[in-house]
């Protein structure tokens, strides 16, 4: 089918993602895509500057990744995982072990990002449950947060500002704090400490856990935050019997400039949510992995086992290309790659200071975000990227990128010459 056919056929019945049905615009057609190039079927070829939602780490058709999936298909592509276990997924839950902060000893390999925290909050339910401690069922976070589009994980984004408020009143009711002030590099607020200190201690009783995402705030508004707020946050929780979850779908396998942002303040959660980079983009896949603390307060519940079972857990296709993944990140290439592109989105968006639309500019690993002082109009911006050959996804008043860590120099500055040319255009 040519382009016209294929759009015509995806209006009438393919629903994109935070779209409307029928779409109101049309979606580029993608025939290929190769290293961190999209191929459009009009023949042109954007660089993505999205890791396609973050996910795409090594770019596309890595040779690695490649031989891995099809090594794999020509053994199994799928088995049960209930009552059966296979070498893919003991190796990737070992290497998951070994690679995340010290203590997290136990992996649940699910779906997608949304269902590893649907998969976490059930841990910290019934660990408490377990306990005889029923009434801590409520969870508690900082506003700003995203943390996926299932219920559970709604009811602890932003209440206000997310694309979730519609649902007030049938969520569940969580307690929120004040986001955490903004800079990865300004010290902590002790007043904002104050803050913290006040809610874990006054919801004590009824909180489960505390759930964030460390250091970076993703889809709710790409803030970052001082990594010393996790550090309270690990104090406060433990002083006060509540668990901590740590949100690192986005965040994990380097993004930020460690392996996992929780290293950058050098503490532990009691529950660890990845997912996104985990296959490098390749196939659906997140995990859930906790202490053997909470693994043990749920197996002397009365139910004894995590009431949780998808259908595709532990994928052997899903597990052999995050493997593959995760060895091309323990070859540390990433560990030089990131700071490279930090630098040059540091470079080549630092003139968007000058700019009167631009509100903020901020920099980290290989994340860059320009914040406008109004809403971005994507038709407009979309217009404009991909006239400089960059595939860009703004979203309310962010012009941001998250580019592969493959992304070179010269594609780097592609990037941030289309961000500063939405930014002027806007």
Same mark, same amino acid.
């Given at each position: 089918?040519?382009?016209?056919?294929?759009?015509?056929?995806?209006?009438?019945?393919?629903?994109?993602?935070?779209?409307?049905?029928?779409?109101?615009?049309?979606?580029?057609?993608?025939?290929?895509?190769?290293?961190?190039?999209?191929?459009?079927?009009?023949?042109?070829?954007?660089?993505?500057?999205?890791?396609?939602?973050?996910?795409?780490?090594?770019?596309?058709?890595?040779?690695?990744?490649?031989?891995?999936?099809?090594?794999?298909?020509?053994?199994?592509?799928?088995?049960?995982?209930?009552?059966?276990?296979?070498?893919?997924?003991?190796?990737?839950?070992?290497?998951?072990?070994?690679?995340?902060?010290?203590?997290?000893?136990?992996?649940?390999?699910?779906?997608?990002?949304?269902?590893?925290?649907?998969?976490?909050?059930?841990?910290?339910?019934?660990?408490?449950?377990?306990?005889?401690?029923?009434?801590?069922?409520?969870?508690?976070?900082?506003?700003?947060?995203?943390?996926?589009?299932?219920?559970?994980?709604?009811?602890?984004?932003?209440?206000?500002?997310?694309?979730?408020?519609?649902?007030?009143?049938?969520?569940?009711?969580?307690?929120?704090?004040?986001?955490?002030?903004?800079?990865?590099?300004?010290?902590?607020?002790?007043?904002?400490?104050?803050?913290?200190?006040?809610?874990?201690?006054?919801?004590?009783?009824?909180?489960?856990?505390?759930?964030?995402?460390?250091?970076?705030?993703?889809?709710?508004?790409?803030?970052?935050?001082?990594?010393?707020?996790?550090?309270?946050?690990?104090?406060?929780?433990?002083?006060?019997?509540?668990?901590?979850?740590?949100?690192? @779908?986005?965040?994990?396998?380097?993004?930020?400039?460690?392996?996992?942002?929780?290293?950058?303040?050098?503490?532990?959660?009691?529950?660890?949510?990845?997912?996104?980079?985990?296959?490098?983009?390749?196939?659906?896949?997140?995990?859930?992995?906790?202490?053997?603390?909470?693994?043990?307060?749920?197996?002397?519940?009365?139910?004894?086992?995590?009431?949780?079972?998808?259908?595709?857990?532990?994928?052997?296709?899903?597990?052999?290309?995050?493997?593959?993944?995760?060895?091309?990140?323990?070859?540390?290439?990433?560990?030089?790659?990131?700071?490279?592109?930090?630098?040059?989105?540091?470079?080549?968006?630092?003139?968007?200071?000058?700019?009167?639309?631009?509100?903020?500019?901020?920099?980290?690993?290989? @994340?860059?975000?320009?914040?406008?002082?109004?809403?971005?109009?994507?038709?407009?911006?979309?217009?404009?990227?991909?006239?400089?050959?960059?595939?860009?996804?703004?979203?309310?008043?962010?012009?941001?990128?998250?580019?592969?860590?493959?992304?070179?120099?010269?594609?780097?500055?592609?990037?941030?010459?289309?961000?500063?040319?939405?930014?002027?255009?806007?």
């Amino acid at each position: 089918m040519d382009a016209a056919e294929l759009l015509s056929l995806d209006a009438q019945h393919v629903w994109h993602p935070y779209g409307p049905m029928p779409g109101t615009v049309a979606p580029l057609v993608v025939t290929e895509a190769s290293g961190v190039r999209l191929k459009l079927a009009d023949g042109r070829e954007l660089v993505d500057g999205m890791s396609s939602w973050w996910a795409a780490i090594h770019g596309y058709r890595h040779p690695v990744l490649d031989a891995a999936l099809a090594a794999q298909a020509a053994k199994m592509s799928h088995v049960m995982f209930g009552g059966l276990t296979h070498e893919p997924a003991i190796r990737l839950a070992k290497t998951l072990v070994d690679l995340s902060p010290a203590g997290l000893e136990h992996v649940f390999l699910c779906d997608s990002g949304s269902v590893s925290v649907e998969v976490a909050v059930k841990m910290c339910l019934q660990y408490w449950q377990s306990l005889g401690r029923k009434g801590k069922r409520r969870l508690l976070t900082w506003r700003g947060g995203y943390h996926g589009d299932t219920f559970t994980p709604m009811s602890v984004c932003d209440p206000e500002g997310g694309m979730h408020s519609l649902w007030r009143g049938v969520l569940p009711d969580q307690v929120f704090v004040p986001a955490p002030p903004a800079g990865f590099g300004a010290a902590p607020d002790p007043s904002y400490v104050d803050v913290l200190d006040e809610a874990i201690g006054r919801h004590a009783d009824e909180l489960a856990a505390v759930i964030v995402e460390p250091v970076v705030q993703g889809a709710g508004g790409m803030r970052f935050h001082h990594p010393g707020y996790l550090r309270v946050l690990r104090e406060l929780t433990e002083a006060h019997g509540v668990l901590l979850v740590f949100d690192e @779908i986005a965040t994990g396998f380097g993004r930020t400039g460690a392996m996992f942002a929780a290293e950058h303040a050098g503490v532990t959660p009691d529950v660890l949510c990845v997912g996104k980079a985990l296959t490098g983009g390749y196939l659906t896949m997140a995990a859930t992995l906790c202490t053997p603390e909470i693994a043990r307060g749920i197996s002397r519940g009365e139910l004894p086992v995590l009431a949780h079972g998808p259908t595709f857990m532990g994928n052997p296709l899903a597990s052999a290309v995050a493997n593959a993944s995760l060895g091309l990140l323990a070859d540390g290439g990433w560990k030089s790659d990131v700071p490279r592109i930090e630098a040059g989105l540091r470079a080549g968006l630092e003139p968007a200071r000058d700019l009167p639309s631009v509100a903020d500019v901020r920099v980290l690993g290989a @994340i860059g975000v320009l914040q406008l002082d109004h809403p971005v109009d994507m038709a407009v911006a979309t217009e404009v990227v991909t006239g400089h050959g960059v595939w860009l996804r703004p979203f309310r008043d962010l012009i941001y990128t998250m580019p592969p860590f493959v992304t070179g120099d010269a594609d780097v500055a592609a990037i941030t010459s289309a961000m500063l040319a939405v930014a002027e255009k806007a």
